[in-house]
């Protein structure tokens, strides 16, 4: 079956710090991934979309960067860290099928707080 | 481009009370359009999909959801809700020519006794 790994689950970092966060899926090949961050009243915010390897598609523009150096490994990245940075980073995946028929499997969360 | 919005950011109802969450979405083309649950502190499951066919789509824990093209809604309703149902809900919408999905704001469910 397929399961997915987010880790670390909390996180407390200094303001201008570096930042990794990374997700694993298992079981699948070639998914859909996505980064989202969840802040209070903002609901969820696709940061990142990768439809494969090296092909990452940014939706907002911020401090935040994504990489997906494997087919099921996901990365989150930040040089230094904002304040504003702080939420709820999600990661999910879902199977490929180019038509939006599809359903997304989401980590357990990292929650990140910037101090 | 798709877009969700949930006007109610929270609910309180109380125990074996009927419940309704409203969703209304934009898109210029057909889209499929899902309802998820986040229980505190984890990850997002998800509750039901409309994709196509019998506007009134069953899912999981006895919610249910009506597609209305007209209304451009989605609305989720369960008859009698339990403790257990407070949580956060999120309405979204999928692009049809690829996978990426928005989300709606969300709609914290209370349910009190």
Do not use: M
């Not at chain 2, 969450?21 to 984890?42: A, K, M």
């Not at chain 2, 407070?86 to 919408?93: D, G, H, K, N, Q």
């Amino acid at each position: 079956s397929q399961t997915i790994h987010q880790w670390p689950a909390t996180l407390v970092q200094p303001v201008g710090s570096p930042l990794s966060l990374e997700c694993t899926v298992e079981g699948t090949s070639n998914p859909n991934l996505y980064w989202y961050r969840q802040a209070a009243g903002r609901g969820l915010q696709l940061l990142f979309y990768s439809v494969g390897i090296g092909q990452i598609s940014s939706e907002v523009p911020q401090n935040l960067s994504a990489s997906r150096p494997q087919d099921r490994q996901f990365i989150l990245s930040s040089k230094k860290l904002l304040l504003s940075d702080s939420g709820f980073y999600l990661c999910a995946w879902s199977v490929k099928s180019g038509s939006g028929d599809t359903e997304a499997f989401f980590g357990q969360g990292t929650r990140l707080t910037v101090v | 481009a798709q877009s969700v919005t949930q006007l109610d950011s929270q609910v309180p109802v109380f125990e074996e009370a009927p419940v309704e969450l409203r969703c209304n979405y934009s898109s210029s083309v057909s889209v499929y359009l899902f309802w998820y649950v986040q229980y505190p502190n984890q990850g997002l499951q998800l509750l039901l999909k409309y994709l196509s066919g019998s506007t009134l789509v069953k899912g999981i824990n006895g919610f249910e959801a009506e597609f209305n093209k007209s209304q451009t809604s989605f609305h989720l309703r369960k008859p009698s809700v339990h403790i257990s149902d407070t949580a956060e809900y999120f309405c979204a919408v999928s692009d049809p020519n690829t996978d990426k999905l928005i989300f709606g704001t969300g709609t914290r469910l209370q349910v009190f006794p």
